[in-house]
């Protein structure tokens, strides 16, 4: 069936570490993956996604990382800072037809908090 | 200017109540979401429009009936309130159905009691 899981729930850092965030899933008809943060009191935001086909994509400060081999995805972010501190979730979305069109499917969400 | 607005943020009522949770985005987008977030943190979709479209209706109980006046708007009236519909919940638009970027409001966070 369909599921997205993070292997971690909470991850603690101290400011100008590196965050490393990891997340399993089991529905290789996936399409995208996605990483979202939401901070306290407020809604996800989009972080960035990759394609099923790529193993790495990189933006401002972080790098997703894509493993279909062991269906793993990971989220790092390069010098965390305070700001970083949040819920990290996964998601998967798969474009082709059916009643999964369309549909984000988030994971259960990791708590990063990020000492100074 | 807010892009996904939804009102009330807080709403508190009792069990078996009619309420009504309000959104609208001012983003142009095509698509619209409703997600519930449990006590847990977990977030799953309930609604998608699409051109004021039903397009996703996942496992809901019939008292959720989404309504879409047009594409900017996308509400949410829940019937007979109980206390296991006490959730954040939020809206979320996109510009199209395949996009992966979803736009949140700030969400409604409603108490059953």
């Known amino acids: 069936g369909e599921s997205v899981g993070l292997h971690l729930p909470t991850l603690s850092v101290q400011e100008g570490d590196n965050s490393i965030i990891n997340c399993a899933y089991s529905n290789s008809a996936s399409d995208y993956f996605i990483w979202y943060k939401q901070e306290s009191g407020k809604g996800p935001q989009f972080i960035i996604d990759i394609r099923s086909n790529m193993d790495k994509r990189q933006g401002q400060r972080v790098t997703v990382l894509l493993n279909k081999t062991v269906k793993h995805l990971s989220l790092q972010i390069a010098a965390t800072q305070p700001g970083d501190s949040a819920v990290y979730f996964c998601a998967e979305n798969i474009l082709k037809g059916g009643t999964s069109y369309g549909k984000l499917t988030f994971g259960q969400g990791t708590i990063l908090t990020v000492h100074p | ?113």
């Open chain 2, 1 to 113: 200017d807010t892009a996904v607005s939804q009102t009330p943020k807080y709403l508190v009522t009792q069990m078996g109540n009619d309420k009504s949770i309000k959104c609208e985005q001012n983003l142009g987008h095509d698509t619209m979401y409703w997600y519930k977030q449990d006590s847990k943190k977990f977030l799953k979709i309930m609604f998608s429009y699409n051109n004021k479209e039903l397009i996703i209706n996942e496992t809901v109980p019939n008292r959720f009936s989404p309504k879409s006046p047009d594409k900017a708007h996308l509400n949410l009236h829940i019937n007979s309130l109980e206390l296991g519909d006490s959730a954040v919940y939020f809206c979320a638009s996109s510009q199209g159905v395949a996009d992966t970027e979803a736009f949140f409001g700030q969400g409604t966070r409603l108490t059953v009691v």
